[in-house]
């Protein structure tokens, strides 16, 4: 079974703070995707990252980090003096070897950063 | 126009209309999606096409019909839809999956605010 859990609902932080997103994720493919996307209020998700199965590395652009750690299937977000433009939902999504072309999306973290 | 455009941006209509929504991509793309968005659930994947053939129906109600005519556009009729039947209804699009096996990011438009009465 393919499943993705974003366990933090809501989540507020005074601008400037780091703030931390978690997704943990089920599957039984070896080979996966994981993948971070932002949907402001304006409603259009926006792709932030893709990272395979086989690349534990982890990845910085900019004020946006990802930790991928396979031991504990994670694949958490954080973002470094957080601004108010970080303002949305956000999702982690799972796409495997057997599941064709389907995304499985958590139910997302809506992050609000207060100035 | 760039990248994933869907209109009308916000419907509303009675159980017994009939309406279409558009979706159109401009991104060279040869596989496109439906989601449905409700409050406080995962995005629900609807229907999958892949070189205009639909591969995936996830078990959807016959009132929501879709329609692929070209690679680039993607329709989704709606037809005495159920109050429930209310979401933001979001178009993707991506490269498919093809036989080198690679898993491509989609790409969203801003979705359809759709109201049933």
């Known amino acids: 079974a393919q499943k993705v859990t974003q366990a933090q609902t809501e989540i507020s932080v005074v601008e400037k703070e780091d703030v931390t997103l978690d997704c943990v994720y089920e599957?039984?493919?070896?080979?996966?995707?994981l993948f971070w996307y932002k949907q402001p209020p304006s409603g259009e998700l926006v792709f932030l990252i893709r990272r395979n199965s086989f690349d534990e590395q982890n990845e910085i652009s900019g004020r946006y980090s990802w930790n991928f750690q396979k031991s504990t299937s994670s694949f958490n977000f954080t973002i470094t003096a957080s601004q108010v433009v970080d303002s949305a939902v956000y999702f982690c999504a799972l796409s495997g070897s057997n599941t064709g072309n389907q995304f499985y999306f958590g139910t997302g973290t809506s992050l609000t950063v207060i100035p | 126009e760039t990248g994933v455009t869907q209109t009308p941006r916000h419907l509303v209509m009675g159980m017994t209309n009939k309406k279409s929504l558009k979706c159109e991509q401009h991104l060279g793309h040869n596989a496109m999606y439906w989601y449905k968005q409700s409050a406080k659930k995962p995005l629900e994947l609807m229907f999958v096409y892949n070189f205009k053939e639909q591969t995936e129906n996830n078990s959807v109600p016959s009132r929501f019909s879709p329609e692929c005519p070209n690679s680039s556009h993607l329709f989704l009729h709606l037809h005495t839809l159920q109050p429930e039947d209310s979401a933001l209804y979001l178009c993707?699009?991506?490269?498919?999956?093809?036989?080198?096996?690679?898993?491509?990011?989609?790409?969203f438009g801003p979705g359809t605010r759709l109201t049933v009465l």
């Open positions: 599957t039984r493919d070896t080979t996966y995707y």
């Open positions: 993707a699009s991506s490269q498919a999956r093809g036989l080198a096996g690679a898993y491509n990011e989609q790409f």
